[in-house]
């Protein structure tokens, strides 16, 4: 049973275009969302979080959004580079367990020059 | 910081053998993550301990599962005997806390395990 779910496997986006990776959750108790990049061969890295006090986030080129009536998050990526080719993976924070971070399944995004 | 260490970096074994995953922690983080990522079901967490001491390891998928982490520098996970299943991709994650949550976690570059 996903509880976080991407249902992109993959995205393909231009380079220099606005990339936009989704995500879908469960459980309306989750309060914290993260997104981490991740590149072959390496490990997952964090990129960008957001609390659900909030429905908006940016850092730099990385925008995310929460709706929260919807159970929805985006990562929104302006403009997009060729350096961005990676999977993506949305990540919550379940309230009241620690660490315990729960991922999606991933969306691998290809930026094309 | 050298970051999270795992060894090895691949490991090709045939079906029934141990198989023994390495994890060296960021030094100062008091939280140890073991992950497993396959295409079906991305990532996926198995066990975490905090100050060596394991916490859920309701991730786990069956008994031939088995992690410990005797010090704060030291964590392996073990499965015996191994199953061509079981083939994926291993990640362990280390974070320290901020109050009641762990801070951001980060991850090793990952353990390629192919059962044969």
């Known amino acids: 049973d996903q509880q976080v779910k991407q249902n992109s496997p993959s995205l393909s986006v231009q380079e220099g275009r606005i990339s936009i990776l989704n995500c879908d959750y469960t459980n309306s108790m989750f309060d914290y969302f993260l997104w981490y990049k991740k590149y072959p061969a390496e490990g997952p890295t964090f990129l960008i979080s957001i609390s659900s006090i909030k429905d908006k986030n940016e850092d730099g080129r990385f925008t995310v959004f929460l709706n929260k009536s919807a159970k929805h998050l985006s990562l929104h990526i302006v403009p997009s580079q060729p350096g961005d080719s990676a999977v993506y993976f949305c990540a919550a924070l379940p309230p009241g367990q620690g660490g315990k971070l729960i991922f999606g399944q991933g969306t691998e995004l290809s930026v094309k020059p | 910081d050298a970051g999270v260490i795992q060894s090895p970096r691949h490991e090709v074994t045939e079906m029934g053998q141990e198989v023994t995953l390495r994890c060296k922690p960021i030094?100062?983080?008091?939280?140890l993550f073991w992950y497993r990522q396959t295409m079906m079901r991305g990532l996926e967490l198995l066990i975490y301990?905090?100050?060596?001491?394991?916490?859920?390891d309701s991730g786990m998928p069956e008994d031939r599962f088995s992690a410990k982490m005797p010090n704060a520098s030291f964590s392996t996970l073990k499965i015996q005997p191994s199953e061509p299943r079981d083939s994926a991709v291993y990640f362990c994650a280390s974070s320290g806390a901020v109050g009641f949550y762990t801070d951001t976690q980060y991850f090793g570059p990952g353990t390629r395990l192919t059962v044969l």
């Open positions: 301990f905090n100050n060596n001491v394991p916490i859920d």
């Open positions: 030094s100062g983080h008091d939280y």
